[in-house]
């Protein structure tokens, strides 16, 4: 009894440390971000695609600005002629055979344009929607990364915990067959030993599967590979939201929410396609500016042609075919159907926040209870041990027992992380997650490291893993 005593407060506190001595450079959590930050591809094609719109407001923008074209044209010219009288073919006055040259240049200027005025202010409103676009993607990868992250280190814990169960039952196991060599056992309670045995390595097999998997994870995101990472210290405070007000964190996410706020500028973003529409019945007016000139060697010409034009062109639409008025009704709808599309974000950003405060809430209960688990199945398997010494229980209660405190071990690692996870995703729905929280949650790494041990055919592994180089941006 004191020998099963002495190994509980030996090994129960490594189990729910779940740490190794931590290795050189181990990378945290707040190291990894930023390289995501750097080099995660989706985010760098969003990063393009947001410079892209705010070059289109500079191509709108261009039509409103002066316009300069110049053309000019030489040309080698051969005329037939079969008329009779005054000059012919090839008589003195006449030359069928000549080249000719001319130059024009031509200024204008919209003075106004009520299409062209629009189109910049939806270029401005498509700039205003892709920016929370981008702010979108990049707490999606603050999300990936600290999701990957931590589900790295679930994984460590669980795995630790299936590592010790098989060592418990192993020990159980080889326990059993000796009892039955000496007679005091029956064959099947050997038979049932040997079976949980199987089922436990089984499951530690998994667990070390699931690892590496993981591990992998974080190579996607961020394009570097990572041999160990930060584990999570056993002082984590685990607290209810602050502040303690869900109404408070829906405000919050409706006022600050990036999806809310794109779909929100999706909607002006119509709005300003269905005053382009309009502006098409409207009149332009341009002011221009034009200098001509031509001359040719024709034997019977001499000199050149020159003209300027200054003035005014007015131009308004009279029928279209029904283009306009179909591109009204086209655009309307397209308005309508945008304003559908931001209230769905809302009602759906609203039922996220309310859901992840209520499950962060629910998380420190669950927390609570779960370490107060491993207390309770510790004494239940320390009772059931003597009770099978003394032959008032018998081995299947003992394994039952074992299994259920390696379960709560397991159980309480995956509570604590539901826990972070869950804190990290409530911010994010309310629009406040950014590196600065990233920091707070990589002060509570301080439980050592989880390593990754590649397999033997390192080789192999690498070509098959390689990504491959980014593209580089042209310019």
């Keep these: ?76 010219n051969r005329q037939y002629e079969s008329q009779t009288g005054g000059f012919s073919a090839g008589s003195p006055g006449g030359d069928d055979n000549y080249n000719s040259a001319g130059l024009t240049l031509e200024a204008t200027q919209a003075l106004f344009d009520a299409r062209n ?75 049932e030993a040997q079976a949980r045995f199987d089922q436990s390595r089984a499951e530690r097999i998994a667990a070390d599967s699931d690892l590496q998997v993981r591990f992998e994870v974080l190579e ?32 919050l ?32 007016l341009n002011a221009f500016a034009n200098y001509s000139y031509a001359e040719d060697d024709r034997d019977a010409v001499e000199g050149h042609n020159s003209a300027s034009q200054v003035g005014l062109r007015a131009s308004l639409p009279l029928y ?15 308005l309508e159907a945008s304003q559908y599309d931001f209230e769905d974000q809302r009602r759906d950003t609203m039922q996220q926040v309310r859901s992840f405060y209520t499950q962060v809430s629910n998380d420190v209960s669950t927390v ?48 604590r992380y539901d826990y972070v996870l869950d804190l990290l995703r409530l911010r994010r729905q309310s629009g406040t997650l950014n590196v600065q929280a990233i920091e707070q949650v990589n002060a509570w790494l301080d439980g050592g490291s989880v390593s990754f041990t590649l397999p033997e055919e390192s080789a192999p592994y690498d070509e098959a893993m390689e990504i491959g180089e980014p593209p580089q941006p042209l310019r």
């Design 117 to 191: 005025s629009r189109e910049v202010e939806q270029a401005e409103r498509q700039i205003d929607q892709q920016t929370y676009q981008l702010a979108a993607t990049e707490q999606q990868v603050l999300i990936d990364v600290s999701s990957a992250y931590f589900e790295i280190l679930r994984a460590y814990e669980v795995l630790e915990a299936r590592r010790a169960q098989e060592r418990a039952i192993g020990r159980q196991l080889e326990q059993a067959r000796e009892q039955f060599e000496v007679g005091l056992i029956a064959i099947t309670e050997v038979e």
């Design 253 to 284: 996410a409706m006022a600050n929410n990036p999806l809310v706020l794109a779909s929100e500028a999706g909607v002006a973003v119509s709005r300003t396609s269905v005053a382009i529409a309009r502006a098409q019945r409207l009149p332009t």
């Design 1 to 76: 009894m004191t020998r099963h005593r002495s190994l509980r407060h030996a090994l129960l506190p490594a189990m729910i440390a779940s740490a190794f001595a931590a290795p050189l450079q181990a990378a945290d959590l707040l190291t990894i971000t930023r390289d995501a930050l750097e080099n995660n591809a989706e985010l760098a094609s969003t990063r393009s695609q947001t410079s892209s719109v705010e070059a289109g407001r500079d191509v709108q923008r261009a039509d409103l600005l002066p316009q300069v074209n110049a053309s000019a044209n030489v040309s080698h």
């Design 220 to 251: 996607r995101l961020t394009g570097q590979r990572y041999e160990s990472i930060d584990a999570l210290g056993k002082e984590l405070p685990v607290q209810p939201p602050t502040p303690a007000d869900r109404n408070y964190w829906v405000e």
């Design 320 to 334: 279209t075919g029904g283009r306009t008025q179909a591109s009204i009704r086209q655009n309307t709808y397209r």
């Design 368 to 415: 609570e209870a779960r370490a107060q688990a491993i207390v309770s199945n510790q004494s239940a398997l320390d009772a059931t041990r003597a009770g099978y010494e003394v032959g008032t229980r018998n081995i299947v209660d003992v394994l039952n027992a074992e299994q259920n405190l390696y379960n709560a071990v397991a159980d309480y690692a995956s509570a």
